[in-house]
Antibody, heavy 117, light 107 residues
Framework: QITLKESGPTLVKPTETLTLTCTFSGFSLSTSRLGVGWIRQPPGKALEWLAL???????RLSPTLKNSLAITKDTSKNQVVLTMTNMDSVDTGTYYC?????????WGQGTLVSVSS | EIVLTQSPATLSLSPGERATLSCRAS??????LAWYQQKPGQAPRLLIY???NRATGIPARFSGSGSGTDFTLTISSLEPEDFAVYYC?????????FGQGTKLEIK
């Protein structure tokens, strides 16, 4: 059974760095073409893909955010970490991590992050 | 970047009716398209992958079709639990992208 769960702060201040952790079970991220991705959703708006890391450590980032994003994995802990620098109010939303086989087959419950001073 | 345009933005139907949702890609994506369902307060759920394959546990009333740039999600006879927001997503090219969603509401 594949499960994923996001954790991290619920509130960050503008210009701060956000660090979110996705802890998963039911698969190993040492298999090259499996991946874990991050997707966010502003309140009442559409899904936006942010970043993805494969088991072979291939990393993909959204071009519009690549200068502020980083994604890493810790295979021994079954975790994937997303960092986003210089947070702004427009970054407020629910952040999901998801398992990628060919598509986002399994999703975490999401974590709501608010950006406010 | 591939832009996915979903239509209509909102679809108002009654239980038992047939729903037809559209997703159009700004360039050809072969069949590399998925559909997701999202209910309020929940994470999205994969319904259809590679344009026409139902994901595990998805009822047969959900079907997908299309290739190239034009895709359709059809719900043959709406159940009360089907009223939700539906998103398409492509994996043909980087960056991955989602459509803006179609809200399926009860008429």
């Amino acid at each position: 059974q594949i499960t994923l769960k996001e954790s991290g702060p619920t509130l960050v201040k503008p210009t701060e760095t956000l660090t979110l952790t996705c802890t998963f079970s039911g698969f190993s991220l040492s298999t090259s073409r499996l991946g874990v991705g991050w997707i966010r959703q502003p309140p009442g708006k559409a899904l936006e893909w942010l970043a993805l890391i494969y088991g072979d450590d291939d990393r993909r980032l959204s071009p519009t955010l690549k200068n502020s994003l980083a994604i890493t994995k810790d295979t021994s802990k079954n975790q994937v970490v997303l960092t986003m620098t210089n947070m702004d109010s427009v970054d407020t939303g629910t952040y999901y991590c998801a398992y990628l086989g060919r598509y986002f087959d399994y999703w975490g419950q999401g974590t709501l992050v608010s950006v406010s001073s | 970047e591939i832009v996915l345009t979903q239509s209509p933005a909102t679809l108002s139907l009654s239980p038992g009716e047939r729903a037809t949702l559209s997703c159009r890609a700004s360039q050809t994506i072969s069949r590399f398209l998925a559909w997701y369902q999202q209910k309020p307060g929940q994470a999205p759920r994969l319904l259809i992958y590679d344009a026409s394959n139902r994901a595990t546990g998805i009822p047969a009333r959900f079907s997908g079709s299309g290739s190239g740039t034009d895709f359709t999600l059809t719900i043959s006879s709406l159940e009360p639990e089907d009223f939700a927001v539906y998103y398409c997503q492509q994996r043909s090219n980087w960056p991955l992208s989602f459509g803006q969603g179609t809200k399926l509401e009860i008429k």
